[in-house]
């Protein structure tokens, strides 16, 4: 179960309704907002990710609240934003003041949680499937992060010393549990061998061509 039982934040249990705290550019969260939307629930207002007055704390009726986590301004590399999410990542959601974790455990939680046609199958044999590429995607959503950090980012994506020192000091305070500490460390550094990212890149390229051979059947 995503569900956080004892949230450090006072923020998640303050909010009515539907918040997802995520970054437009963020594949992880993405696919909630999919989620989201394959739900019939659509993008409503934006208030800022730890926004905690009257209003911004109000659900919206048949709507999810946006509330951007900016992974280029660096907010999700504060304390607010790492009482919410130890992990230092996005996406949570909010749902009526309780808090979801893993994008896609939350996945799971909106399909349980709201009507429509299921996103995961309920008959045995295809929920199973479903679950092993779920399982999958969640192994292989760090070889994500070094292909499009390495390729697409760049120097862009590189930590100063301070901000390696407050992501050291915030980790340490949870459990660093997507290694951010690590890979940041190596990757602003530069000390990561090139192997590696061609290893990850050798992975995806695996997966997405598994995928593509069962999709053959015209799906
Ligand atoms: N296992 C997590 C992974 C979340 C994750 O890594 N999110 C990325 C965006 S796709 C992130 O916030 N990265 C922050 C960073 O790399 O500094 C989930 O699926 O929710």
Same mark, same amino acid.
């Given at each position: 179960?995503p569900?956080?039982?004892?949230?450090t934040?006072?923020?998640?249990?303050?909010l009515?309704g539907l918040?997802?705290f995520h970054f437009?550019?963020?594949p992880?969260?993405?696919?909630?907002?999919?989620a989201?939307?394959?739900?019939?629930?659509?993008?409503?207002?934006e208030?800022?990710f730890?926004? *905690?007055?009257?209003t911004?704390?109000?659900g919206e009726?048949?709507?999810? *609240?946006?509330?951007?986590?900016?992974l280029v301004?660096k907010?999700?590399?504060t304390q607010?934003?790492?009482?919410?999410h130890?992990?230092?990542?996005?996406?949570?959601?909010?749902?009526d003041?309780?808090?979801?974790?893993e994008?896609?455990?939350?996945?799971?939680?909106?399909?349980?949680?709201?009507?429509?046609?299921p996103l995961?199958?309920?008959?045995p044999s295809?929920?199973?499937?479903?679950?092993?590429?779920v399982?999958?995607?969640?192994?292989?959503?760090?070889?994500?992060?070094?292909?499009?950090?390495?390729w697409g980012?760049?120097?862009?994506?590189?930590?100063?010393?301070?901000e390696?020192?407050?992501l050291?000091?915030?980790?340490?305070?949870?459990?660093?549990?997507?290694?951010?500490?690590?890979?940041?460390?190596?990757y602003?550094n530069?000390t990561?061998?090139?192997a590696?990212?061609?290893?990850?890149?050798?992975?995806?390229y695996?997966?997405?061509?598994?995928?593509?051979?069962?999709?053959?059947d015209g799906?």
């Amino acid at each position: 179960m995503p569900r956080v039982e004892q949230p450090t934040s006072p923020i998640p249990g303050a909010l009515k309704g539907l918040h997802l705290f995520h970054f437009d550019g963020a594949p992880c969260a993405q696919r909630v907002r999919f989620a989201l939307g394959e739900k019939g629930l659509a993008r409503g207002r934006e208030e800022k990710f730890d926004a *905690v007055t009257p209003t911004a704390v109000e659900g919206e009726a048949g709507r999810w *609240v946006s509330r951007i986590v900016s992974l280029v301004r660096k907010d999700h590399m504060t304390q607010t934003y790492a009482e919410i999410h130890p992990n230092m990542v996005v996406p949570a959601l909010a749902h009526d003041g309780d808090l979801y974790l893993e994008s896609m455990d939350i996945i799971e939680y909106l399909d349980e949680a709201f009507g429509g046609a299921p996103l995961i199958p309920t008959k045995p044999s295809l929920r199973a499937a479903t679950m092993k590429r779920v399982e999958q995607a969640k192994e292989l959503h760090r070889s994500i992060r070094y292909v499009t950090f390495h390729w697409g980012l760049g120097r862009l994506a590189m930590l100063n010393p301070k901000e390696r020192r407050q992501l050291t000091e915030l980790a340490h305070q949870g459990e660093d549990g997507e290694n951010l500490v690590s890979f940041y460390e190596g990757y602003s550094n530069r000390t990561i061998p090139e192997a590696v990212y061609c290893d990850h890149l050798a992975k995806l390229y695996e997966a997405f061509r598994e995928v593509n051979a069962e999709l053959k059947d015209g799906r």
